[in-house]
């Protein structure tokens, strides 16, 4: 079992940044990807970047350039930079990971992300 622990959320105005970290800690073997998904009212949970135990990161379209995601394999963390954050970058953000071997995953509690315009 793993515990997801999300910290950093809060409210930041157009254009600003914010640092979301996650930690994961429990009884694992390793993780293999970290993620962070995110889901608006009344919209489907998304994905908006993931990394590789190796570093190879991804981004969905709408934060590239914007966003930069970050992990630290010895402390089993994962960091989201939000830069020039826009109104509809406001969702719950939500810390994933999936492990090996089991392949299983895993999700934090969610961390409420807020931008005024």
């Known amino acids: 079992q793993v515990r997801l622990v999300e910290s950093g959320g809060g409210l930041v105005q157009a254009g600003g940044f914010l640092r979301l970290s996650c930690t994961a800690s429990?009884?694992?073997?390793?993780?293999?990807?970290m993620g962070w998904y995110r889901q608006a009212p009344g919209k489907q949970r998304e994905l908006v970047a993931k990394i590789t135990r190796g570093g190879v990161e991804s981004y969905a379209d709408s934060v590239k350039g914007r966003f930069t995601i970050s992990r630290d394999n010895a402390k089993n963390t994962v960091d989201l930079h939000l830069n020039s954050a826009k109104p509809e970058d406001t969702a719950v953000y939500y810390c994933n990971v999936d492990t090996f071997p089991t392949g299983l995953q895993f999700w934090g509690q969610g961390t409420q992300v807020t931008v005024s315009s």
């Open positions: 429990g009884n694992f073997f390793g993780i293999a990807t």
